[in-house]
């Protein structure tokens, strides 16, 4: 299976790439970012680009792929609708259309969230923001489906980029095992996340949508 996945940098991204790289069945994983990883494996390509709003110039190198898993996502704080649409909706959309016409039907799994608004009429900006995406995609020839993790523990020495969610996991990270034993319908895990990817780009799912407790079942 070769695999693309956007947002390796990222902590989701991270946990991913991790599963991608240590699974028998993954051939070859390409991971399309704005910078690079700074670490080799033989299964790991890269290309560095600094615009991922146009893949035009790249599409030669996107053909005959299995599976995307498109884990790139930025917090709303500070954003009005416009900017976040731009980097949530524009962005994921800028990927999935070159992919469903250079590679129909292929798997592509969306990193979206718990409370995700699918009506896209409701008060939560980011949600309906996300829900307008997760739309898109499923209306585009790909199998898509959309992951909405609740809260995520960080493992592998995975780690967040954004500060304010790195400090949360420093202060409250040795409390997240218990809670994922507790709320195991709110919590799943980055590594979790990544096998449930695998599984679903091997075998599919029974639903297009799926919370923390499907993820943790497959």
Not at 30 to 52: F, H, Q, T, Y
Not at 89 to 117: C, H, K, W
Not at 144 to 170: D, N
Request: aromatic share 8%.
């Amino acid at each position: 299976m070769k695999v693309i996945l956007f947002g390796a940098t990222g902590m989701v991204g991270q946990g991913v790439l991790r599963e991608c790289l240590l699974d028998p069945d993954v051939e070859t994983v390409l991971c399309i970012g704005r910078s690079s990883l700074g670490r080799s494996d033989p299964k790991l390509k890269e290309i560095v680009r600094k615009d991922l709003y146009d893949l035009s110039p790249i599409a030669a190198e996107l053909k005959g792929y299995d599976a995307c898993f498109f884990c790139l996502g930025v917090s709303s704080a500070g954003m009005n609708e416009a900017e976040y649409r731009h980097v949530t909706f524009d962005l994921t959309l800028a990927a999935a259309e070159p992919l469903a016409r250079l590679n129909p039907r292929m798997t592509f799994i969306y990193v979206s969230g718990q409370g995700t608004d699918s009506s896209e009429r409701g008060r939560v900006m980011w949600a309906r923001v996300k829900g307008a995406t997760e739309n898109a995609l499923q209306a585009l020839p790909l199998q898509a489906y959309m992951f909405r993790p609740g809260i995520i523990q960080p493992l592998h020495g995975v780690r967040s980029k954004t500060p304010l969610y790195h400090a949360f996991y420093v202060v409250l990270g040795p409390l997240l095992g218990l809670a994922r034993w507790l709320f195991p319908r709110q919590v799943t895990t980055t590594a979790q996340v990544g096998k449930a990817m695998l599984a679903v780009a091997k075998r599919g799912a029974p639903v297009r949508l799926l919370e923390p407790p499907d993820i943790n079942r497959l």
